[in-house]
């Protein structure tokens, strides 16, 4: 089985992108061409612009507060394959972690915020003993998404 969540990163750039568009028209159409007439809804327009800029910014910083990943999963052949990166403001680096499916030791799923940031730690036996992986953030994965990595560990992890 192998899947990603790209068409949920696009959209969430695409939002992003709607929203700067909006903001932008705001700015214009208040400041420069001064076509909206103040007061609006009983309002100054230093207050729509306060109320707009923190809207703006939570939509912005949305994505990275809850640590949107790209992720591709795939248990194709003898490995787990787990690539992904961040899809905030920034961006990041592309990681990439490859298990032996007779090597995994086991995996944690982990919740924050009451749910909303959730991330996957995976293990793997080694000589050593057991190498833990950094976390994967599954935020931004549907329920669905998440319950076919789910589905796909517990077949090849080790049963306690």
Avoid: C
């Avoid at 420069?32 to 809804?41: E, N, S, T």
Wanted: aromatic fraction near 14%; avoid cysteine.
């Amino acid at each position: 089985m192998t899947f990603n969540n790209s068409k949920t990163i696009i959209s969430q750039r695409i939002k992003l992108f709607a929203a700067t568009v909006l903001f932008l028209a705001f700015i214009v159409l208040t400041y420069v061409a001064k076509i909206i007439p103040y007061p609006l809804f009983g309002m100054s327009e230093t207050a729509w612009t306060l109320i707009l800029t923190a809207i703006y910014f939570l939509i912005l910083l949305y994505p990275t507060l809850l640590n949107y990943q790209y992720v591709s999963y795939s248990d194709d052949g003898d490995k787990i394959v787990v690539r992904y990166f961040s899809s905030g403001i920034l961006g990041g680096r592309k990681n990439s972690i490859e298990i032996g499916k007779k090597s995994l030791s086991g995996y944690r799923v982990e919740s924050k915020l009451f749910g909303l940031k959730q991330s996957l730690t995976l293990f793997q036996k080694l000589k050593e003993g057991v190498a833990k992986y950094p976390p994967v953030y599954i935020s931004a994965l549907s329920r669905e998404e998440k319950e076919k990595i789910l589905i796909s560990l517990n077949k090849h992890a080790p049963k306690a």
